[in-house]
């Protein structure tokens, strides 16, 4: 089937800990993103890429950082620098990226819950 | 005004209930809209999209105002299994050109 797999579901970091969350996707979508959901709040965009080699910041990019070496895997990674790391991470692609006036809908993987220990 | 703003609710409606969801938007050069529908601890989960002549799906109906920057989605005959938090996302503009911006959602609760 295809879909949007992200790893793991639950994840904890330690003070000064960087981690890496996974997000892998057999679409074959040209765009990938991650967003952030704090309880009650809205989806936040940290970083989108639109083609494999690209990707660019969000709304809230400061303490996360990401790679797009293969046009099925966009992984987040959550530094040290980010300090408040505790969240429900979300991974969506769509089948091509953001345009200014138009937009394909994303389809989400099931998320991963980062903890600070 | 903020970007995409829903009532949070929740609304509490008995099963077979007609319920309608609001969501106003402030960028006036959107184009892309959509509703979402995300269960508890879930992920959202693509609804319906949002037409500029209106659309239906089944039960569900989506609507589009250009001219007051509003979009509804009305639920038919609500089901236990509707119970859930109903998300507008719209585009819009800002550092990363075109991205959706989601509302925080509208939360339904359908019961018995």
């Known amino acids: 089937d295809g879909g949007i797999t992200q790893s793991p579901k639950y994840l904890f970091r330690k003070e000064g800990q960087n981690v890496t969350l996974s997000c892998e996707q057999n679409l074959n979508h040209d765009a990938m993103y991650w967003y952030r959901q704090d309880p009650g709040q809205g989806l936040r965009l940290i970083y989108y890429?639109?083609?494999?080699?690209?990707?660019q910041k969000g709304d809230i990019a400061e303490g996360y950082s990401v790679s797009r070496e293969k046009k099925e895997s966009f992984p987040l990674t959550v530094t040290s620098a980010q300090k408040n790391p505790t969240a429900f991470y979300l991974c969506a692609s769509s089948v091509q990226g953001l345009l200014r006036y138009s937009n394909q809908p994303q389809h989400f993987g099931d998320g991963t819950r980062l903890s600070i220990l | 005004r903020k970007e995409v703003e829903q009532d949070p609710g929740p609304f509490n409606v008995p099963e077979g209930a007609t319920v309608a969801f609001n969501c106003t938007y402030s960028?006036?050069?959107?184009?892309?809209f959509f509703w979402y529908r995300q269960d508890c601890r879930k992920e959202p989960k693509l609804l319906m999209s949002v037409y500029s002549s209106g659309n239906e799906d089944g039960r569900f109906t989506a609507q589009l105002n250009r001219a007051s920057q509003y979009i509804s989605l009305l639920i038919r005959d609500s089901k236990l299994s509707d119970s859930a938090t109903y998300l507008c996302v719209v585009n819009g503009h800002g550092g990363s050109q075109g991205n959706l911006i989601f509302g925080k959602g509208t939360k339904l609760s359908v019961k018995p």
């Open positions: 960028n006036s050069a959107s184009q892309s």
């Open positions: 890429s639109q083609i494999v080699n690209d990707f």
